[in-house]
């Protein structure tokens, strides 16, 4: 029996590799996508830490060759859901009473895996599966999950050092329990990180958890749930449930153990699985904890103050890394018209050197998008600003004979309210508004109001009043807020992630306060001698 208090190491972010030619880490990286790209697997989904295969197969193919394909996986529908849902319930108890500081060693010991030998398995697999280059791979797939899984059992431990006061004669007590049923953990295709966190941090807190991956990356999500086996996760904690979203989640959600869901995608449907929720409450044995984060539509705004340099890399940045097809991605830009000739020309012309191409080639800077869907969505956006008349200052085409690929499309919209500055497009397309600079004031109020999204935003300016006067006006416009510098790229332990209104929960993912939503307090007062008399002095007679 351990009676040890332990400490768990204090985390550090894990370095980014920089993967420049002639790199021990850029060949071993290459060989290994050459070997994957050339496998076919077979992706069951894993209930109770048995494969299990439906026979209802669905390909899958790398989105900037689709004529390569990688693999297929098992589809689930309501019977396999719901023996995810049994096998979590009869892992919880085991689970649940294991010392946390065993549970911490299981994160902890994946970090070290994807830091060491998984490494290369993780970013390859982003790569083909998401069509992410080498260095989005990079601080996704490596990275921001190492950190996530030894900063999450630093703040665990925070979280359970947390201890009330105790007045004289009696000892009290937090007891964090883990939440009483299962977490439904249901991540986004577009970040390999947030795949493997939104069923990991519940899990690290003692609950058992069903998790639907994305169909459009069940191939990363296959390697993380081999590295959560590899590192030591007992079968039925966390259950892989590849399938459609009303296949899965429909069973799921009416499961009167449902405890929580931890969500990260659209806004329409987190609404849907809240609406869900909220209108069969009373078949639930506790409220369950309802934790997303959803959509955005991300500015960027320039002061007349503003360096162009750093204004026109942070909109490139922001905008076109990963094709745009991040929730935090700079999708609206608002531009003094005293600075506007200079930005106009340096956007233009730097685009025109951006390589777009795919992710086997490191020197393309873009990919392809996704899939079908959000090609067609993202490229009628495109179509439809150039049939309005709007102005496409770069890019504008696109091209689906290989792959995916969409041009990273710059609009000037005179009209700061036309659709495609107030629309989620979720690709690489930015568009830009022209304001007058003496309209600075009025301009701020512009931004807070055009959209119902509250993720992230930007504010590029060298006069320090003109910050303040933002961060004051912008205040509830973002949850995560940038002084020069574009609004994407949060790290975990630096930046927790998060925005309110229509983004979600704000529960700050990469911090304690969304790991605090995992567990349920239980109060307990012990008093070393009770009393044993009713009576109080103030009951005596008076003398």
């Keep these: 029996m351990n009676h040890a208090i332990v400490q768990v190491p204090r985390p550090t972010n894990e370095p980014v590799r920089a993967y420049a030619p002639g790199s021990p880490e850029r060949a071993s990286l290459q060989a290994r996508l050459q070997t994957m790209r050339a496998e076919q697997v077979e992706i069951p989904a894993i209930i109770g830490g048995r494969e299990v295969r439906t026979g209802q197969l669905a390909e899958i193919h790398a989105p900037h060759e ?62 083909l599966g998401q069509s992410k280059n080498v260095f989005q791979a990079e601080i996704d797939a490596a990275c921001e999950l ?31 329990r ?33 998790w639907k991956p994305a169909s459009t990356a069940v191939f990363s999500g296959w390697y993380i749930y081999r590295l959560l086996e590899a590192a030591g996760l007992p079968p039925g904690v966390i259950n892989f449930v590849p399938g459609s979203g009303g296949a899965v989640g429909d069973p799921v959600l009416s499961s009167q153990h449902l405890a929580g869901l931890h969500f990260t995608g659209s806004t329409a449907t987190f609404q849907h699985m809240w609406r869900t929720i909220g209108g069969g409450v009373d078949r639930y044995r506790t409220y369950p904890r309802i934790v997303g984060e959803t959509g955005g539509k991300d500015f960027v705004v320039a002061h007349a103050s503003a360096d162009v340099d750093a204004l026109v890399t942070g909109l490139i940045r922001g905008a076109f890394e990963y094709q745009g097809q991040k929730c935090s991605a700079a999708s609206r830009a608002y531009i003094p018209d005293s600075l506007w000739p200079r930005v106009r020309q340096q956007l233009a012309d730097t685009l025109a050197g951006v390589r777009m191409g795919p992710v086997e080639d490191f020197g393309n800077f873009v990919n392809a998008v996704i899939d079908r869907g959000a090609f067609d969505s993202i490229t009628g956006y495109i179509e439809r600003a ?80 003109a910050v303040v006067e933002a961060s004051n006006r912008l205040e509830n416009a973002a949850g995560n807020f940038y002084i020069n510098d574009k609004p994407t790229g949060a790290v975990v332990g630096q930046q927790p992630f998060g925005g309110a209104r229509a983004s979600g929960t704000n529960d700050k993912a990469g911090s304690y ?17 009770p009393p044993r008399d009713y009576r109080y002095p103030f009951l005596g007679p008076d003398a």
């Design 178 to 210: 883990p939440l009483e049923g299962f977490v439904f953990a249901v991540p986004p295709f577009n970040f390999t990180s947030i795949a493997g966190n939104l069923p990991a941090a519940p899990a690290l807190m003692g609950n058992a958890v069903v």
């Design 146 to 176: 190492i950190d996530f899984f030894r900063f999450n059992v630093w703040y665990a431990q925070q979280i359970y050092a947390e201890q009330p006061g105790s007045s004289p004669g009696v000892w009290n007590q937090l007891a964090y």
């Design 386 to 465: 150039r049939a309005d008349g709007i102005e496409i200052l770069s890019g504008g085409g696109h091209d689906a004979s290989e792959g995916w690929y969409v041009e990273p499309t710059v609009l000037v919209a005179e009209d700061p309210m036309y659709r495609t500055m107030c629309e989620e497009i979720f690709g690489p397309v930015l568009s830009l508004h022209v304001y007058p600079e003496a309209r600075w004031a009025e301009t701020l109020e512009l931004v807070d109001r055009t959209s119902p999204y509250s993720l992230t935003g930007a504010i590029f300016a060298d006069d320090r009043s």
């Design 66 to 127: 689709t004529s390569r394909r990688l693999g297929s996986f098992h589809q689930c529908g309501a019977v396999e859901a719901k023996a995810a849902v049994e096998a979590a319930l009869a892992a919880r108890e085991s689970w649940a009473r294991m010392p946390w500081e065993h549970r911490a060693a299981v994160f902890l010991r994946a970090a070290d895996l994807l830091a060491g030998p998984w490494r290369d398995t993780l970013n390859a697999a982003t790569m």
């Design 513 to 529: 306060l969304n790991l605090v939503r995992w567990v349920s307090a239980r109060t307990v007062k012990e008093t070393f001698v």
